[in-house]
């Protein structure tokens, strides 16, 4: 019987090539990346190359950010303005609020007519003699200065004068320059008026605002930047309260001391000088400037009545009255104060000159709260914190 011999089983394993895609090329798809390992497409950067290109996007904003403002800067003083005009009808609301009990919207109206009829009742009853008098100081002016300038050896002070503030002039007739000068004041009056609506759409409702400029920094500095914007509102309130206080004690000082000296138009320079009085510490200079014009053509005692008067005021004004009144709401550094007049000055012009002062009290409040307390953790104080 024939035997079978069993044959002994291999220990191969065969192996399974997959079929090839049909879109594969011929030889399968062993050779080409797998799904799993994705690639950027075209036109788009890969992973590593995405914080750079970030970057380059950032700075692209940012540069663009700043030519926009550059652009706009004209209207930046308006846009403070309106800011501090709104947080003086903030405050009074305010105090009308805690007083009367009334809702906020009616306060705020409240506030804002009698503001203006306030206003509108001091023109009313000082309007035409401030006018007439102010008329009556432009046309002594040319006079005063052509006797100045006789005692002096200056022949034709006004051409001189003239001459040296214009520039030359380019040859511009009078009546060019009475016509620029009309287009000036409508441009003025306009602007006034776009400012004082503006600041009672954001007095309406501050917080609307101060919400919508927070949110373009990040969600969890929100909170930070709102109570910033909110305790600079209350140190740009008490020095503006504070500055109305010190221009009315010297307008009334002025005006009594001008009429028992014996200046003519005593009410309109001391209008002037209160006005000027704006500025810290080169306004009552500039202010003070068309009194001793005046009373230098009488005679030598008026004028040195009106530079003793003019002296005593902002020796009171410098060391009694500013630092009572700063005391109770914010003390302005003089230093920073006149580099701001300057700097100011230089980028926005006279507007610029007259809201340099409060501008430097907000950037002082937020460096103070937002970089040397809370970010170097240094204690400072920091002004209006307290009336937040």
Same mark, same amino acid.
Request: proline share 8%.
């Given at each position: 019987?024939?035997?079978?011999?069993?044959?002994?089983?291999?220990?191969?394993?065969?192996?399974?090539?997959?079929?090839?895609?049909?879109?594969?090329?011929?030889?399968?798809?062993?050779?080409?990346?797998?799904?799993?390992?994705?690639?950027?497409?075209?036109?788009?950067?890969?992973?590593?190359?995405?914080?750079?290109?970030?970057?380059?996007?950032?700075?692209?904003?940012?540069?663009?950010?700043?030519?926009?403002?550059?652009?706009?800067?004209?209207?930046?003083?308006?846009?403070?303005?309106?800011?501090?005009?709104?947080?003086?009808?903030?405050?009074?609301?305010?105090?009308?609020?805690?007083?009367?009990?009334?809702?906020?919207?009616?306060?705020?109206?409240?506030?804002? *007519?009698?503001?203006?009829?306030?206003?509108?009742?001091?023109?009313?009853?000082?309007?035409?003699?401030?006018?007439?008098?102010?008329?009556?100081?432009?046309?002594?002016?040319?006079q005063a200065i052509e006797a100045?300038?006789?005692?002096?050896?200056?022949?034709?002070?006004?051409?001189?004068?003239?001459?040296?503030?214009?520039?030359?002039?380019?040859?511009?007739?009078?009546?060019?320059?009475?016509?620029?000068?009309?287009?000036?004041?409508?441009?003025?009056?306009?602007?006034?008026?776009?400012?004082?609506?503006?600041?009672?759409?954001?007095?309406?409702?501050?917080?609307?605002?101060?919400?919508?400029?927070?949110?373009?920094?990040?969600?969890?500095?929100?909170?930070?930047?709102?109570?910033?914007?909110?305790?600079?509102?209350?140190?740009?309130?008490?020095?503006f309260v504070g500055q109305l206080?010190?221009?009315?004690?010297?307008?009334?000082?002025?005006?009594?001391?001008?009429?028992?000296?014996?200046?003519?138009?005593?009410?309109?320079?001391?209008?002037?000088?209160?006005?000027?009085?704006?500025?810290?510490?080169?306004?009552?200079?500039?202010?003070?400037?068309?009194?001793?014009?005046?009373?230098?053509?009488?005679? *030598?005692?008026?004028?040195?009545?009106?530079?003793?008067?003019?002296?005593?005021?902002?020796?009171?004004?410098?060391?009694?009255?500013?630092?009572?009144?700063?005391?109770?709401?914010?003390?302005?550094?003089?230093?920073?104060?006149?580099?701001?007049?300057?700097?100011?000055?230089?980028?926005?012009?006279?507007?610029?000159?007259?809201?340099?002062?409060?501008?430097?009290?907000?950037?002082?409040?937020?460096?103070?709260? *937002?970089?040397?307390?809370?970010?170097?953790?240094?204690?400072?104080?920091?002004?209006?914190?307290?009336?937040?």
């Open positions: 019987m024939p035997t079978t011999t069993p044959t002994s089983k291999s220990t191969h394993t065969p192996t399974h090539t997959p079929p090839a895609h049909p879109k594969d090329p011929p030889g399968g798809g062993a050779d080409f990346p797998s799904p799993a390992a994705p690639q950027a497409g075209r036109g788009e950067p890969a992973a590593g190359e995405w914080p750079f290109v970030r970057r380059v996007l950032i700075v692209i904003v940012a540069a663009a950010l700043c030519y926009g403002l550059w652009l706009s800067s004209s209207a930046a003083p308006l846009v403070f303005a309106a800011v501090l005009i709104a947080t003086l009808f903030d405050w009074f609301a305010d105090l009308i609020e805690r007083a009367s009990g009334l809702p906020r919207r009616a306060a705020l109206a409240l506030a804002v *007519l009698t503001t203006l009829g306030a206003s509108a009742g001091f023109l009313a009853v000082f309007g035409a003699q401030v006018v007439g008098q102010m008329s009556s100081v432009f046309e002594r002016l040319p100045i300038g006789d005692k002096m050896g200056i022949i034709d002070a006004n051409a001189a004068l003239e001459e040296a503030i214009s520039g030359g002039g380019g040859g511009r007739s009078v009546l060019t320059r009475a016509a620029s000068l009309g287009y000036t004041l409508l441009g003025a009056l306009g602007d006034m008026a776009l400012v004082l609506f503006a600041a009672i759409y954001l007095a309406v409702d501050p917080s609307l605002y101060r919400r919508g400029a927070a949110k373009i920094f990040p969600p969890a500095q929100h909170a930070r930047i709102v109570d910033a914007m909110d305790v600079t509102g209350a140190a740009l309130r008490l020095w206080v010190s221009m009315l004690i010297v307008g009334v000082t002025s005006f009594f001391a001008y009429l028992w000296i014996g200046l003519p138009s005593p009410l309109a320079l001391a209008v002037i000088a209160a006005v000027t009085n704006f500025v810290p510490y080169v306004g009552p200079v500039i202010g003070a400037a068309p009194a001793l014009v005046f009373a230098l053509t009488l005679d *030598l005692g008026a004028l040195a009545w009106t530079l003793a008067v003019v002296i005593a005021l902002q020796q009171v004004e410098g060391y009694l009255l500013t630092p009572l009144i700063q005391s109770r709401t914010v003390d302005l550094p003089p230093a920073l104060a006149l580099f701001a007049i300057l700097v100011f000055g230089l980028l926005f012009g006279l507007a610029g000159v007259l809201l340099a002062a409060p501008a430097a009290v907000a950037a002082l409040t937020l460096v103070k709260k *937002l970089w040397i307390r809370e970010t170097l953790g240094e204690r400072t104080n920091v002004p209006g914190e307290d009336a937040a």
